[in-house]
């Protein structure tokens, strides 16, 4: 299938009844989430070429898709393995769907319990009251509520989003002076008050049970720091459709839990912690701030680019605890929808990407992020001669990226330089 934009996202229950999926003029791909009393558990493309499909056949695309992650979640709660299907061109979805259902909800109220912990919420913004008008408007129809929810305005130009803020009074209102992601994150940490910490950003809407699973996550003790799924909220545009195909937050829809095991078996090339999820949706317990120290400020767009999430998940599975990422906690992110937004994005991954492997080794020593850096040349060569492969959008960012890596190289070099004067 090629790949295009615009693309029309769709939410489909499968609880619920079926549509029937139409082609249309505006939307060549159709990007179908599937759920299942109110789980994610997988999504589909499909061209509009391959339309239209009734919800019979839709059915049977969805089983497909969601069995992966159904037969996952089973797994983890030792219940019994879901009955196999026959996936011919013309199989009973809804005979299938019936034999998967009570093993499934018996899974499902095994989750229910969430544990009885205090949660804050932080959001860290700078001057786009716009967007964090929607996501605050998102958190006040949680199903289980923040104790607490905080909005650091970063550094801003005006007093749109303080006066934005007042509107919710529920809303803890913070100034952090010092522009910088990593300064609105430990402003964060320390305004707050409660034994979790969940942090998105303003340009997020999240789902009413967010909260209500970050709880559950962290049943574990071992577990100190949780991110969820982040499915893209629109793909309207060509930088959209270039994050989300490259870049995308989505870590698909099984459970995966970091541990000393991750950490140990890419130990030689350094730990890639950037796979645990998203800065957009993750969540700390408290007292792990304490133990590792806060998010190291050196990582932001106002100094080496950025990357302090990672950064923060590497020194977790370094000091021995867990990262877990928990696809059941959803959030919605909306991309940057124009190209120049994206480059500067992008420019500023990769410089902090270089920073923090850097930073990594002067905290550590732990010599294969030295040899990740070695081989990034490598890495960047591959995708010049063979990024056609990925198709020919790959190439639309990748001088790019480049940049943004010898310039991390150049901060990192001026900050050693400091240090010797």
């Not at 939410?11 to 939307?27: G, K, Q, R, V």
Request: overall charge neutral.
């Amino acid at each position: 299938m090629a790949y295009a934009f615009p693309q029309k996202i769709i939410h489909i229950e499968l609880s619920a009844d079926l549509p029937n999926l139409l082609p249309t003029d505006h939307y060549p791909v159709f990007y179908l989430v599937f759920w299942w009393h109110r789980i994610p558990l997988g999504d589909l493309q499909i061209s509009a070429q391959q339309l239209p499909l009734c919800d019979r056949q839709l059915k049977q695309l969805a089983v497909q898709a969601i069995a992966p992650a159904v037969a996952a979640y089973l797994q983890i709660g030792g219940l019994p393995a879901m009955p196999n299907f026959n996936e011919s061109s013309d199989f009973d979805a809804d005979a299938v769907l019936q034999q998967w259902e009570k093993p499934f909800l018996a899974w499902q109220q095994q989750q229910m319990t969430a544990a009885a912990v205090t949660l804050s919420v932080v959001i860290c913004t700078r001057d786009r009251p716009h967007y964090i008008q929607k996501c605050l408007k998102s958190l006040q129809h949680l199903s289980d509520p923040a104790n607490e929810i905080i909005v650091v305005d970063n550094a801003p130009t005006s007093d749109a989003t303080q006066q934005l803020v007042a509107q919710f009074p529920a809303v803890k209102y913070v100034l952090e002076p010092k522009a910088g992601l990593d300064f609105a994150r430990n402003a964060g940490i320390s305004h707050s008050s409660c034994e979790l910490i969940a942090y998105t950003d303003d340009d997020v809407s999240l789902h009413p049970d967010w909260t209500l699973h970050l709880r559950q996550a962290f049943q574990s003790p071992n577990v100190m720091a949780v991110t969820g799924l982040v499915i893209a909220a629109e793909i309207d545009t060509q930088s959209q459709y270039i994050f989300e195909r490259y870049w995308s937050f989505n870590r698909g829809y099984r459970r995966l839990l970091y541990d000393r095991h991750f950490f140990k078996k890419y130990s030689l090339i350094g730990a890639p912690a950037w796979r645990v999820g998203a800065g957009a949706s993750m969540a700390f317990r408290r007292d792990v701030f304490e133990k590792i120290g806060d998010f190291d400020e050196r990582l932001d767009v106002g100094a080496a680019g950025c990357s302090g999430d990672s950064e923060m998940w590497y020194r977790v599975l370094a000091a021995g605890f867990d990262c877990l990422y928990e696809p059941t906690v959803v959030a919605y992110h909306t991309h940057r929808s124009e190209m120049a937004a994206l480059h500067h994005q992008l420019f500023h991954y990769m410089r902090g990407h270089v920073s923090e492997l850097l930073i990594r080794f002067e905290r550590y020593r732990h010599w294969g992020n030295l040899v990740r850096l070695v081989l990034l040349p490598a890495y960047f060569l591959y995708l010049l001669l063979f990024g056609w492969r990925l198709g020919s959008y790959r190439y639309c960012t990748l001088f790019t990226e480049i940049s943004g890596c010898l310039s991390g190289f150049k901060f990192s070099f001026k900050a050693v330089l400091k240090l010797w004067v």
